[in-house]
């Protein structure tokens, strides 16, 4: 089985005072920049990260990653925010999400809420343990977040 990335491209460019702006294609709302690349692709790790946490909030979609183009870059949202988007992505067709986490971790169901809740802060233990729970593991991987040309 493939596993699913947690990786989106970023186009940056240059504007007229010499800053490094950042766009991701799948987020029009995820703008961001730095003074040098990479602060700006640091400062866009930060800007995907905060576009999921708030898209899940939401519930609004999430586009798929798809494969960097010429030019482009890859980015990936901090660790725990991909845990945190992975366990929703698993308990999406789960007819009682939070309760059949809790009863499969043997928690309560306020603290399987928590492990849902995009706001609160989890932990990448207790996130890769409730996938884990779900059938669903964590693999550790990395790539280089160069241009790809």
């Given amino acids: 089985m493939e596993p699913n990335l947690c990786v989106w491209r ?15 294609p799948e987020f029009p709302e995820a703008l ?5 690349k990479a602060e700006a692709l640091t ?8 576009t999921l946490m708030q ?4 519930n609004e979609p999430i586009l798929a990653p798809r494969a960097a183009g010429r030019g482009e870059y890859q980015v990936a949202p901090d660790p725990t925010v991909a845990m945190k988007l992975a366990l929703h992505e ?3 067709d ?4 939070t309760a059949e986490l809790a009863r499969r971790l043997e928690i309560d169901e306020k603290e399987a809420r928590r492990l849902l809740d995009p706001r609160f802060p989890s932990k990448a233990p207790r ?18 977040a160069g241009k790809n040309r």
């Fill in 10 to 24: 970023a186009r940056i460019t240059r504007d007229e005072d010499g800053r490094y702006l950042v766009k991701f």
């Fill in 32 to 36: 961001t920049d730095g003074a040098t």
């Fill in 43 to 50: 400062n866009a790790a930060d800007a995907l990260s905060e």
């Fill in 55 to 58: 898209r899940l909030k939401r």
């Fill in 90 to 92: 698993v308990v999406r």
């Fill in 94 to 97: 789960v007819k009682a999400p």
């Fill in 127 to 144: 996130l890769a343990a409730a996938l884990r729970a779900m059938d669903t593991i964590v693999t550790i991987g990395w790539t280089h």
